[in-house]
């Protein structure tokens, strides 16, 4: 005698780190990639690495102004769109 078994859905395999939270992608993607803008535009002169432009506050906005923006448009063309595609 046959057992009725009744047909289970596949349990829906969870969404990658980036994509379970905002605060996720932005320190997946958005932090790492300000921060090498930051050593290649502004630290990095002669081949060598120079931390003197951190003491002038025009990196400090130049880093909050790219924040702001990268993190914008990375979440309308990139973080918006997969993430609906995993939740659905």
């Known amino acids: ?3 009725h078994q ?5 349990p829906k395999k969870p969404a990658p780190f980036i994509y379970r939270s905002f605060f996720n992608f932005w320190l997946a ?3 790492p990639a300000t921060l090498t803008a930051l050593v ?3 630290l ?5 690495i120079n931390f003197e432009p951190l003491k002038e506050p025009s990196t400090w906005l130049y ?4 924040q702001v923006f990268l993190g914008f448009f ?3 063309w990139v973080f918006r769109i997969k993430s609906k595609e995993y939740k659905s």
């Open 40 to 42: 290649v535009s502004k």
């Open 1 to 3: 005698m046959k057992k």
């Open 6 to 10: 009744s047909k289970r859905p596949a």
């Open 74 to 76: 990375t979440y309308l």
């Open 44 to 48: 990095y002169y002669n081949n060598t």
């Open 29 to 31: 993607i958005v932090l």
């Open 63 to 66: 880093i909050a102004i790219l």
